[in-house]
């Protein structure tokens, strides 16, 4: 892969280093990105072969392919490889490649930092993915790792997945740093904060969102180090502790957690509408506003994912009215899209599919949020698969459908290479009835009574699980294509022009396709 | 159009694929698409909150999605050539933004007030305490000092499709909660090790199971009958393998089970002072292996190499017979191996000597048995 | 770098380890939370207190409940299963150990209360949950427990459970070590 970008960039004054060191060395945001984004689709995967491990077991009551403890292992891994390894690196890939080139900065602002940031990344990976070969095998508690199941009870791995997370933290936690010093202070004369594109305003919260609560995930699990090697007792009832403390924490990190993985989707979603309505983005102060809102009141509504551990009537209510308010600016956010498109002049290349397909399907998944909100009801939903339909609903064809809608709209600039549109539309139309076959039904099993985490269950889930697993290996192999398309246009393909697309607006379009490998050594000028 | 990029053997196998997608639909389980309506008056209210719910999102699904639908076949590049220039409209955003407000209040209400009445917390007529266990539950009936525990009966082979499934595969179990009908019965839930979750989903009943707390929930069920539910909380490798059953019953047959399961104890504490011969602790223990420690030490003995040690050669269990019921009494401590101290005296004496009579222990080790008073004089205090 | 820049890095350097720190300091801010409104149901040793007292007290039930936590083979039970008190009046009750083994065992319970909004209007001036028992083999005791409900109890309260769930805590300190000896021998 190295030598193929190398190419396009030799002929350049201050072009890149050759060989493996140009990547171990590197201090450029382009390269860096291109690092990132290269690991998320690697552990987007893997993340995926463990989910096709998933709806194989589940695709016919009974144990066929796994024993129980496996499949735990499967579900922990199978998350946790899904939000820190594919959907968090993928953004923080993009921000790097685009944030600076959209503000008219030359770089970020601490580019060794970047370096390092995006290198411990890899480790912190190899060693959650070795505690498969470990003795009593990975971790097998969920990705929420409640205690004490995730410590009394936890296999020998669980120090090395406390210690994986401690770097996956940390390396967040620099890109966020880096991402906030870079959009406050490098912006190009002229670009004021409200003059911002949208994207780098969602990365800006996010990267907020990042500092403020990676480091509580890191006080959690430092917590469990310490209850299961040092004696303390923070987890545990015995000694004065208590688990369910552990869930506050947890869900204080793990809420904001959620929107750190949807707000760059809501910016991204917003460039590419723009784009291909060929007209002005729809209220954009108030897309700002609500992104704000959304992530303050990410703070006050944690515990709504514990409405059945026996909190008092009170705070029920609380986080059940906290919650639903957070409907009202995202609401406002899908209006706004909608509004956009009304009367633009639309075109529908693989981009602009799939954020019409993200604004769509996000919104199904915000509805169904809406009625997990909901206490009485959630007694119901909480823990069954109406839940896991809700989530990835928002996940899959949310945020990774913006991050797949990014690499085609930006994937020229960045290769200086259109992408084949046929191929493009196929993936996307393969991925779209995928998706829903998969997590649709879900929704249908949930509401009949089947538990999330069951390796195996009654006769009468039967159905739709078959047809979920059907839809899952569809899209499952499907994004084999996509990884086609992506070495295909990243090879040759027809040379895209600077513009790229007929309507898009902003900085990173006014250089050259590919972006040569310095941008905006001199800040442009804006008008 | 899509279809025009493949030539027609491509596009049979197009077909082929699509019908093959498609037709799991077809037989699918058409009545396992919603909650199922409640058994009990919270249940039923619950229920009617999730429609009202669902159908005012499908509402505003089809209210948003239509607009953006019409824009998409009215407002393309060939039709609206020129796009139109607005990007701000103050009342219109003023309007999107307090409808919604006022949608949501008219969920949260209703909302709130079921919650009002979910926990209002008087006691019950019938007070059960649930224990959860990996991975069974134990049921306390505090009033009547009945106490069970409640284990999925589905049989191993039926989970590793060896023969068919039962028709309530996964959702059986050994000993049924049995609750009287009419009464106002409260569960006082908590848990032995890890977090379990205590679901009935007929009653609208899901509470955490803490170790070290206690949660309560309540119903009244008017109607006798049987009734499903599910541990909701991952708590290890059986999580999916730790079911509900509950069945309700006329008062007067209730009064009957409870002074039944008064009887069954006595008749219990009996058989610890009766003399028991090989065989029949061997034929006891046997069930009582499958049902408790077949999960980790395998039918064979074996266990799982680095995880759950053999049986099957172990020298405690050939040749320590004081040792091997101090590890049934006391657990392991940091081991997964848990006390099984709650079992009887005969039930414990029973599957120890079963384990030191089975795969051959017996002949190549001391093959001494254990019977329920070696478990008594253990729990004896020796001063 | 620009002077800004050093700026805002530093300040979000330093904001690091305060976020790290406020996830620590949420442990004690738990308690306090639970102490003030009895959340999770735990109640904490509270002083002698002659305001508590009155006299136009309501009848209410305590039911008493004795849970042994995993490993813990201790007889455990309360002396009586339900207990009929006024509010607004000092009662007392017990509760039955035995140390069936043949070890000197340490335990230490755990109490619970339910429903949870009644936690904070339990007052115990004396609990055995507020210290660790130490048993000699076979030795049994009788376990106190002091208590008075505030007459502030929401009137639709008429029956409060009072959970003690009892750990084995012998080993503490060489349980975190055992923990990862995960072979049964």
């Not at chain 1, 589940?58 to 796994?66: C, D, E, K, R």
Request: glycine share 6%.
């Amino acid at each position: 892969m190295s030598a193929v970008i190398e190419n396009h960039h030799d002929e350049h004054d201050h072009g890149p280093a050759k060989g493996i060191t140009r990547w171990l060395y590197t201090t450029n945001h382009k390269d860096i990105g291109t690092l990132y984004l290269w690991f998320s689709f690697a552990m987007f995967l893997i993340g995926g072969a463990m989910a096709m491990v998933i709806r194989a077991e589940l695709f016919q009551p009974g144990m066929q392919i796994v024993e129980p403890e496996f499949y735990n292992q499967m579900i922990t891994l199978h998350g946790l490889i899904m939000i820190f390894g594919g959907v968090m690196p993928a953004f923080v890939g993009l921000a790097n490649w685009l944030v600076p080139m959209m503000i008219g900065a030359p770089d970020m602002a601490l580019p060794r930092m970047n370096n390092l940031s995006f290198w411990i990344l890899p480790f912190a990976f190899f060693i959650l993915l070795s505690s498969l070969f470990m003795e009593g095998g990975a971790p097998n508690f969920g990705w929420t790792f409640y205690a004490p199941l995730s410590t009394t009870y936890a296999p020998p791995s669980v120090t090395f997945f406390i210690f994986s997370v401690h770097i996956m933290g940390a390396s967040s936690i620099m890109g966020a740093i880096n991402v906030v010093v870079t959009i406050m202070n490098m912006r190009a004369p002229g670009v004021t904060l409200m003059k911002m594109p949208l994207f780098v305003w969602s990365w800006l919260i996010t990267a907020y969102l990042l500092i403020a609560v990676m480091p509580v995930l890191a006080g959690a699990v430092t917590m469990m180090l310490m209850d299961i090697h040092f004696g303390t007792s923070f987890f545990n009832a015995a000694g004065g502790g208590d688990p369910v403390l552990f869930q506050h924490i947890f869900w204080f990190f793990g809420h904001p957690e959620v929107y750190i993985m949807i707000l760059p989707a809501f910016g991204i979603v917003s460039h590419i509408i723009e784009t291909f309505s060929r007209k002005q983005l729809f209220g954009y102060s108030s897309m700002v506003w609500a992104m704000l809102s959304i992530a303050i009141l990410s703070f006050v509504v944690w515990a709504h994912h514990m409405f059945t551990v026996g909190l008092p009537l009170a705070a029920e209510i609380f986080f059940m009215w906290a919650t639903m308010l957070i409907a009202v600016p995202t609401g406002v956010k899908v209006f706004n899209w909608v509004a956009t498109m009304f009367r633009g002049s639309l075109t529908f290349e693989t981009p602009m599919l799939f954020a019409v397909a993200f604004v769509v399907l996000f919104t199904i998944g915000g509805l169904s949020g809406l009625m997990l909100a909901i206490v009485p009801a959630d007694f119901q939903y909480h823990d069954t698969y109406f839940v896991v339909a809700h989530f990835h609903y928002v996940l899959v064809p949310g945020a990774i459908f913006s991050i797949m809608a990014a690499v085609y709209y930006w994937i020229p600039k960045w290769s200086g290479n259109m992408y084949d549109e046929r191929l493009g539309k196929l993936h996307f139309w393969l991925s779209f009835v995928g998706v829903n076959v998969t997590f649709f039904p879900q929704h249908f099993i949930g509401l009949a009574g089947m538990p999330r985490r069951y390796p195996d269950y009654a006769l009468i889930f039967a159905d739709w699980n078959m047809v979920s697993s059907v839809g899952a290996f569809l899209f499952g192999f499907s994004q084999l294509l996509f990884l086609f398309i992506v070495i295909k246009t990243v090879m040759g393909g027809k040379k895209a022009t600077d513009q790229v697309w007929e309507g898009a607006k902003g900085l990173e379009w006014t250089v050259a396709s590919p972006a040569p490998y310095h941008t905006f050594s001199t800040p442009p000028k804006i008008d | 159009m899509l279809l025009n990029l493949f030539n027609k053997t491509k596009r049979n196998i197009f077909l082929l694929a699509l019908f093959l997608l498609v037709s799991p639909f077809m037989h699918a389980d058409w009545f396992a698409l919603n909650m199922t309506r409640g058994s009990t008056d919270i249940s039923n209210e619950v229920f009617e909150l999730h429609m009202l719910i669902f159908w005012i999102c499908v509402a505003i699904g089809v209210v948003v999605f239509s607009v953006m639908f019409y824009s998409m076949w009215a407002h393309t590049k060939e039709k609206n050539p020129v796009p139109a220039k607005f990007h701000e409209n103050h009342k219109l955003e003023i309007a999107w933004t307090i409808i919604p407000f006022l949608i949501l209040i008219a969920m949260a209400v209703p909302a709130s007030k079921t919650l009002v009445k979910i926990y209002d917390d008087e006691a019950g007529d019938i007070n059960i305490q649930v224990t959860g266990y990996q991975w069974k539950w134990q049921y306390r009936y505090l009033e009547d000092d009945v106490s069970f525990f409640s284990n999925l009966s589905t049989d191993l082979d039926e989970i590793y499709n060896l023969v068919p499934k039962g028709e309530n595969y996964l959702q059986e179990v050994d000993e049924m909660v049995v609750i009287p009908a009419g009464k106002k019965v409260r569960f006082l839930i908590t848990a032995n090790d890890v977090i379990h979750s205590w679901w009935l989903p007929a009653f609208a009943i899901k509470q955490d199971a803490i170790p070290g707390f206690v949660n309560t929930a309540w119903t009244i069920v008017d109607e006798p009958g049987i009734y499903r539910g599910k541990c909701t909380e991952l708590c290890g490798k059986n999580h999916g393998f730790m079911p509900i059953v509950v069945k309700v019953v006329e008062q007067d047959e209730y009064d009957d089970w409870v002074f039944t399961k008064k009887q069954e104890a006595i008749k219990l504490a009996e058989l610890t002072t009766k003399e028991w011969t090989t065989a029949e602790l061997i034929e006891r223990g046997e069930s009582i292996y499958e049902v408790n420690c077949v999960a980790c030490h395998q039918t064979s003995g074996q266990g799982i190499t680095g995880i759950f040690p053999a049986l099957a050669g172990s020298d405690i269990v050939m040749n320590n017979k004081d040792r091997n019921i101090e590890i049934l009494m006391e657990g392991v401590q940091g081991a997964a191996m848990n006390s099984f101290s709650y079992l009887s005296e005969v039930e414990l004496a029973a599957v120890i000597t079963y384990t030191r009579q089975s795969w051959g222990n017996a002949e190549k080790g001391d093959g001494e048995i254990v019977i329920p008073k070696d478990i008594v004089d253990y729990k004896e205090p020796k001063i | 770098m620009k002077k800004e820049a050093k700026r805002t890095l530093i300040k979000l350097v330093v904001a690091v380890p305060l976020m790290f720190a406020f996830g620590f300091a949420l442990v004690p801010l738990y308690d306090v939370f639970c102490e003030v409104t009895g959340i999770n149901g735990k109640v904490f040793q509270s002083e002698y207190s002659e305001e508590l007292v009155t006299d136009d007290g309501r009848s209410i039930a305590i039911q008493f409940i004795s849970t042994n936590n995993e490993n813990m083979p201790w007889t455990f039970k309360p002396s009586e299963q339900v207990m009929k008190i006024e509010t607004g009046k000092y009662h007392a009750a017990t509760f039955y150990v035995k140390n069936t083994t043949d070890k000197k065992m340490t335990a230490q319970a755990v109490p619970s209360v339910a429903p949870s909004n009644a936690a904070a209007h339990l007052k115990k001036l004396e609990c055995f949950c507020f210290e660790q028992q130490e048993l000699l083999p076979g030795e049994e005791a009788l376990l106190p427990v002091k208590l008075l409900v505030s007459n502030e109890l929401p009137s639709n309260i008429k029956n409060i459970i009072l959970s003690y769930t009892i750990f084995d805590i012998t080993d503490y300190d060489e349980e975190a070590i055992a923990h990862n000896q995960m072979a049964m021998e």
